[in-house]
């Protein structure tokens, strides 16, 4: 049974030969790229599931080698290449597991606008690249390419693109691949079933012109060395009639029906979600503002009760101080009686009057 590749939305799997358009740009990078394979050593780096690989290595190289960030990518590339000169490994751009000068040709398809630093990738790449050899690179072009890509860091526009490379190659060849209605007029041995695949020799008359900059990818050479002028290579994909649009739009609108269907339904269950938790969310300011407002009147009722009894305190020290002060008033008044009657009774007069006081007192019994 192959080995299935983790699930990537834009990695190629020969398997999956149902993708039109996006089958042929794929595999015709690979077919324009095979005119440097011929006796070459190669490096396929992001090989993906190695098809790749599998067209280099048919188109003369000496040894193809693949790497790819991804595992599950690298053994289905193997499983695909069962040839002693061809390889693959697990690695990272930006770090290769190679040695200086080990590659006579490179190519890094639709992998660069993958990564982060980029600029040290292909600084990585230009490092195992033998002085003199070529790099093809590609890249989405992002004045054209449709915008949003999530699995896309940074997609270059031609412009740029040149630039990044300039910094590393001293010569840089900028060539464009884009989508073309085509109108193919075969014979027999060309166009039938039985017919082998592979290279045609045709006459193409090009009725209208692609203006540098509108093309949807952006694939450049690059080298230290003067570059080769390349061929230029059209891919005809698998043909189609009226018939087939028609097929395709309905299949596109049943498809665009679908999601938009799963579309509606996941918002549906989110505002329903929203709904829930929006509740959910009031009745807890409720209860927390309930709350708050019992702790504030709490805390009222605690500062009144507080000033209850500060106010009780003071009355309380207030009658207590005044009943000090009218019990010292008394023990003076004592005191002072006292006094008086110790002068009185101490005086010569009461001592004289003594004997009178003793008749008064007779008299009272009497």
Known sequence: MPIQAEE?????????RDRGLIVSEHLGRYMWAAQFAAGRRVLDAGCGTGY??????????????GVDISEAAVARALELNA??????????????????????TIVCFEAIEH?????????????????GGI??????????????????????????LEETLTREFGHVLLCRQSPWLVAAILSDAQSSSTASTGKLLLNVVKQD?????????????????????????????????????EQQLKTTSSEGDATRDTLLRERTE?????????????????????????????????????????EEIGKHRNLLLKSEHASHDVENHLRRAEG????????????????????KQLLRRR
Request: glycine share 6%; net charge negative; charged share 25%.
């Open 135 to 160: 790099l093809a690179i590609s890249s989405p072009n992002r004045d054209v390419y449709p915008p949003g890509n999530p699995h896309h860091t940074h997609e270059f526009i031609p412009q740029e």
């Open 340 to 359: 008086t009657i110790a002068d009185i009774t101490g005086s010569l007069s009461w001592r004289l009057t003594a004997p009178i006081r003793a008749i």
């Open 270 to 310: 989110r505002d329903a979600e929203r709904k829930v938790r929006g509740q959910a969310l009031l009745a807890v300011e409720t209860d927390l503002a309930k709350a708050q407002s019992e702790i504030v009147q709490s805390a009222i009722a605690r500062a009144e009760v507080e000033q209850w009894a500060v």
């Open 8 to 16: 990537h939305p834009e990695r190629l799997d020969l398997q999956d």
């Open 52 to 65: 790749g690989m599998q067209i280099l290595k048919e188109g003369g190289a000496a040894r193809v080698l």
């Open 115 to 131: 990564i982060d630093k980029q600029g040290q990738a292909i600084s990585e790449l230009r490092r195992v690249l033998r002085p």
């Open 83 to 104: 040839d002693d000169h061809v390889d693959a490994r697990h690695g990272d751009l930006r770090a290769l597991p190679f040695a200086d000068d080990e590659f006579d």
């Open 209 to 245: 012109a692609l203006e540098p900059g509108s093309e949807m990818f952006t694939v450049a050479l690059a080298s230290d060395a003067a570059l080769p002028n390349p061929e230029s290579l059209l891919v005809m994909g698998e043909p189609f009639e009226v018939g087939w649009w």
